[in-house]
């Protein structure tokens, strides 16, 4: 009888645990998904198309008229590309916990409205990937 | 119904208002100074993918995004 009771709690245990983690990951499944909804509807039809075929999109400096790559991610994904691709990596985030849609918005509105605040607090950081080059 | 949306951990937050309501906007403007005070920056859709940034309230924006402020990372 004992071991039934033991059998019983220890299940429920389980039960409990399993909800706790299945919350957790639809809660964040979903932030993630918001993020990605509001990036979505704030580029223009070329970087949403750019983006969706793969998974990152370009933007011009508002100052210096220079092309940077946005890749998804929350960090170290900002490059400054030229005509034979990143020549070096920018990396600038928001303050705070946020999801990559809502890192990759702020960096392309900076990008695009105050160039320059971004480059002022960037770290550069050298790109390990290798991405294609822009059309010269 | 305009719209104020502030990036937080859920995604976003979202605050709609009736702009032609007095109440709603002077909450809305009131909002809009509290987060810029907090260090938020605040953006408007220009157009299909074109946005500027706003340092004074404006009631005529449909849609108002708020991000906080930058860091190296």
Known sequence: MFWLDRNWVEARARQKILRALSEIFS??????????????SWLTSEQLAQFEAKR?????????????RIHYGTANNVHLLDT????????????????????MLTQKITLETNELAALAVAQSFLPQQSFPALPA | MATQIVMDGTGDTRHYFDANEQKALA???????????DGFTAAKRTGAGQVSRIGSFDATAEETLFFPRLVGG
């Open chain 1, 56 to 68: 990152y999109f370009d933007v011009i400096g508002c100052y210096t008229g220079r092309h940077y």
């Open chain 1, 27 to 40: 809660r964040e499944a979903s932030s993630e998904a918001r993020g990605l909804r509001l990036l979505k």
């Open chain 1, 84 to 103: 034979d691709g990143p020549i070096v990596g920018r990396c600038f985030v928001p303050v705070g916990h946020l999801v990559a849609g809502d890192v």
């Open chain 2, 27 to 37: 909450k809305a403007e009131e909002r809009f100074k509290q987060l810029i005070g």
